[in-house]
């Protein structure tokens, strides 16, 4: 191990990109497997309707997981917006440790804060009122239970309901709230929160009660990879590229 730890967000693999399936691989099969531990901090599917979905891809993505796993290091996954219903028989195909939305881990001496992201997003209303609704206990319960054709018009529908809704608002209204970024880092005493969702890869510096602290935005994968590599000196982002 060469103390790395890498962070990666919003791949949105799906059939319609292989582009990207292919550098995820690589990435898994190259790089991962020498990082003292890997985080996915959500959306690494376009959507997931359920782990009974017999989809290819996904037991495709589950060996590579598994594999990485297998040579010692572990992987960690945070809920996206997109993938929240990811479930634990899957989970434990691939070999990934499931955590909670918000999450505090120790990098080499520093408590850090992960999450997707979504949640700091509070000044659109319209859509923390939505997530709250999909993360109904009971309507997850109910929906998993119906049948997978069902599930996959349901899951058409929300998205391109989703998509039609996010073209008529500013992007300043989809970003995340400064204020809720602050409240979260006091909350959880960290210097240092990581996220994606909102697909704008940054370092930004902030200060908090006197002390410099930083939020970190991770990328998505659609024209290229964005990793994230933490190491004891410091944190770079770095573009892979796809195909």
Not at 132 to 149: C, N, V
Request: charged fraction near 25%; glycine fraction near 6%; charge should be neutral.
């Amino acid at each position: 191990m060469n103390q790395t730890t890498l962070f990666i967000a919003d791949l949105h693999l799906s059939t319609g990109r292989p582009d990207i399936t292919a550098a995820f691989l690589r990435f898994m099969a190259e790089e991962a497997p020498r990082a003292d531990a890997l985080y996915i901090l959500g959306d690494l599917f376009e959507f997931w309707i359920g782990d009974d979905e017999p989809n290819p891809l996904h037991a495709c993505v589950a060996e590579a997981c598994r594999a990485c796993v297998g040579q010692g290091t572990p992987v960690y996954f945070v809920h996206g917006n997109r993938d929240f219903l990811l479930g634990r028989d899957f989970a434990g195909r691939a070999g990934l440790t499931l955590l909670p939305e918000h999450t505090v881990v120790e990098l080499y001496g520093k408590p850090v804060l992960i999450m997707h992201g979504d949640t700091l997003c509070t000044d659109d209303r319209d859509y923390q009122r939505f997530r709250r609704i999909t993360h109904w206990p009971w309507l997850q319960w109910l929906f998993r239970r119906l049948p997978l054709s069902w599930r996959i018009k349901v899951a058409d529908g929300m998205r391109n309901k989703s998509q039609n809704a996010n073209q008529a608002k500013s992007m300043m209204l989809m970003d995340v709230s400064q204020l809720e970024v602050e409240r979260q880092m006091a909350q959880h005493k960290v210097e240092l929160l990581i996220h994606g969702h909102t697909h704008r890869p940054d370092i930004h510096q902030l200060t908090l009660d006197d002390r410099a602290a930083r939020r970190i935005v991770l990328g998505d994968w659609y024209t290229q990879g964005s990793v994230l590599r933490v190491t004891p000196e410091g944190e770079r982002l770095q573009r892979r590229q796809l195909g």
